[in-house]
């Protein structure tokens, strides 16, 4: 059957459309479609000319790989082509390939396979002569590709000279150039925090740290090796299989992934698969599947390849964590800290087994650097259980009815003032202690062994306690019932009567604590200590304009700004009211002299105390104007040592650090 003119429109609306996102791929590192929209677009030209051979041309997209190289760089012919592989997407289609592969061999029973991880990088071959590396390319369109050499010297995991003996007189070695994802995530937040570019994902991030012409760029970029194959051997030969090359990459000073295994048959490809799949987000490299290859080296060259693929390999691909959809709608969500994250409400859409309607966009810097709207198609990424996130717009196909969005003034949730702290990202609702989307973080929070020291308020109870209607401030805590209390789930009579104990107990507090509890942005232990022996008491903290707070040590127009906002919440100082009204107390901080020995002197403590605990020492010496340290430098007054001390006595020693047993230090104190 000849193909009709629609049949051939379509093919060349695919090899087109196909054609531009190599570029926007290879040559721009900017992609505007996700991983699998892109699979399904090959896929179907792949079945067009699978159905109308006539049709292949060698100009399409399936009989190259990537797009030319770019101008910026030289070439790289690679002698042998640098192709890319199949694709499987489901057990059915594995086990095809696994068919296709024994009826190339002429042999019915389970042919061996190396399964390892697909990692989702940038592809290179490295090419040494006499165990000097003297040339790296990229793929590049599988025949010629850019010339990196410079920039792969600077990755640490690429030997320059091989290691120990035995290899080839000329060795390729190809593998993929990748970053790991917590240094992908500190790049990010360093290119973010410098006015750079933000890369959409790892993979990206590697393929322009490669193609940076500056090498200095790529050599401040957090980039990794691993080889997973081989180009041209000359003068020598490698293993007779690929298990064994693989232990010889590892003696010529390769960094080998310990995920490599050798498997018998498709089944033992499957089971490989499903152990990978689970422990994907552990991974701690992006993989956007597995891949199986036939062990038998010669049995690869038997079996050889197609025009773009070789016949001994496929990828087994995961379902796919990023897909295109509209956003709908976007949302201000207030999380448990107070902090308000924009979130994209999206049309539903299928990504890694699981129908995503909302995605976030974490900040409004973040939402405006993305510049995405209201109306807009998006590419969403989901990774295992993580909130699925806006990756980036394709701006091509935005509608004349999108709209931007801006940060709410008033917290949907309570109505509180919402404020930005200066130099940070975040917004944030300020009505802490009222805000019933923070509920369980504020109540968390005071109860906790630095705070009001409420012992057995913990995560579990507290849930309980904000589900069942409870608690609704922390104010509610002194009022709670004991029978109610007793009724929940894991508590009865005893237990419950140890948490009305423990929270009677912390009636009795002390200010600084108190002023830690209250979780006000920005003011921790330090803080709350400096403020509370400033001015001594409650009423004139919260009564305190910007001004009157700057004059406190360390408090700045910003955190004065802070502070001042949440004690003029009428919400907050309600709660305060009843905190008091309620029984909860403390006595009048009064300054230290400046007499005192202790005023302005830095301690380190280290050792175990008789007579008080760490906490106690440190909150005399803070009452008392000193500044207790977690480390000893030169700058260290005093070394407080107690029974069973650690290196800190050691270096105060080598630094000739005045040394204090616990006589001593509690004589300094003043008993």
């Known amino acids: 059957m000849k193909p009709d003119t629609k049949t051939r429109r379509r093919i060349e609306a695919l090899r087109r459309e196909i054609d531009e996102h190599n570029y926007r791929y290879y040559v721009l590192d900017a992609p505007v479609i996700s991983d699998a929209r892109y699979d399904r677009l090959l896929r179907e030209l792949q079945d067009i000319e699978a159905q109308y051979p006539e049709l292949v041309t060698p ?361 930005r702290e200066e130099g940070e990202a975040a917004h944030r609702c300020i009505g802490g202690l009222y805000c019933p989307a923070q509920r369980m973080g504020a109540l968390l929070h005071f109860a906790s062994r630095r705070a009001m020291d409420i012992e057995g308020l913990g995560d579990k109870l507290v849930e309980q306690l904000v589900a069942q209607g409870l608690v609704k401030t922390v104010a509610d805590l002194y009022r709670l019932d004991l029978g109610k209390l007793a009724a929940l789930e894991r508590m009865g009579d005893k237990s419950a009567q140890n948490v009305i104990g423990q929270i009677e107990k912390s009636k009795t507090a002390t200010l600084p604590r108190l002023l830690h509890a209250l979780g006000i942005p920005q003011v921790g232990e330090a803080t709350a200590l400096a403020l509370a022996r400033h001015f001594g008491d409650l009423d004139p903290i919260m009564d305190a304009d910007t001004e009157t707070l700057q004059a406190v040590p360390n408090i700045g127009p910003t955190m004065a700004e802070e502070i001042h906002s949440f004690f003029r919440q009428k919400h907050n100082r309600e709660v305060i009211a009843k905190l008091v009204a309620r029984g909860v107390h403390w006595p009048k901080l009064v300054r230290a002299p400046k007499a005192s020995g202790v005023n302005g002197k830095t301690f380190v403590l280290t050792g175990t105390l008789a007579s008080l605990t760490r906490d106690q020492a440190k909150e005399r010496l803070q009452a008392l104007g000193a500044t207790v340290a977690g480390s000893v430098s030169k700058k260290t007054d005093y070394v407080v040592v107690g029974d069973d001390p650690g290196s800190k006595a050691a270096k105060a020693r080598e630094l000739g650090v005045t040394i204090l047993n616990e006589k001593q230090f509690l004589k300094l104190l003043g008993g």
């Not at 690679?78 to 042999?107: C, I, Q, Y």
């Not at 050599?219 to 194959?229: E, K, N, Q, T």
């Not at 129908?355 to 295992?384: F, M, P, S, W, Y």
């Open 59 to 419: 100009q399409s997209p399936t009989q190259r790989v990537g797009a030319a190289p770019a101008k910026e760089f030289g070439e790289v012919r690679h002698k042998l082509p640098m192709t890319s592989m199949d694709n499987a997407f489901d057990e059915t289609e594995a086990r095809e390939w696994d068919e296709r592969v024994r009826k190339g061999l002429n042999t019915d029973i389970a042919v061996y396979y190396t399964a390892e991880p697909k990692f989702d990088g940038a592809s290179v071959s490295l090419r040494y002569e006499d165990g000097l590396l003297v040339q790296a390319g990229t793929r590049g369109d599988g025949a010629t590709g850019e010339d990196v050499t410079v920039n792969v010297r600077t990755i640490r995991t690429v030997p320059l000279r091989l290691h120990g003996k035995g290899w080839p007189k000329v060795l390729e070695v190809r593998g993929e150039i990748v970053i790991p994802k917590k240094d992908f995530e500190r790049l990010n937040a360093e290119q973010l925090k410098q006015g750079g570019k933000v890369f959409a994902n790892p993979r990206n991030a590697a393929a322009g740290s490669l193609r940076q012409l500056d090498p200095r760029v790529t050599a401040g970029r957090p980039l990794s090796f691993f080889p997973w194959g081989f180009g041209e051997v000359a003068d020598g030969s490698l293993p007779e299989s690929y298990s064994a090359a693989v232990d010889k990459l590892r003696d010529w000073g390769f960094r080998v992934t310990d995920l490599i295994h050798k498997v018998k048959g498709v089944d033992g490809c499957l089971a490989y698969y499903r152990d990978i799949a689970a422990k994907r987000e552990r991974v701690p490299f992006e993989i956007d599947g597995v891949v199986y290859k036939v062990d038998d080296l010669a049995a690869r060259d038997r079996l050889g390849y197609t025009a773009r693929a070789p016949r001994w390999a496929i990828a087994h691909k995961f379902p796919a964590q990023e897909e295109t959809t509209v956003v709908e709608d976007i949302l201000a969500s207030v999380g448990r800290t107070g902090v308000i994250t924009p979130v994209a409400v999206l049309k539903p859409v299928h990504v890694s087994g699981v129908t995503v309607t909302h995605a976030t966009l974490h900040n409004q810097d973040e939402l405006e650097r993305k510049d995405v709207r209201i109306g807009d198609r998006v590419i969403v990424r989901r990774a295992g259980d993580v909130i699925p996130e806006v990756v980036g717009v394709i701006k091509e196909k935005r509608p004349r009815s999108a709209r931007s969005w801006q940060m709410p003034k008033k917290c949907p949730e309570c109505g509180s003032e919402v404020v």
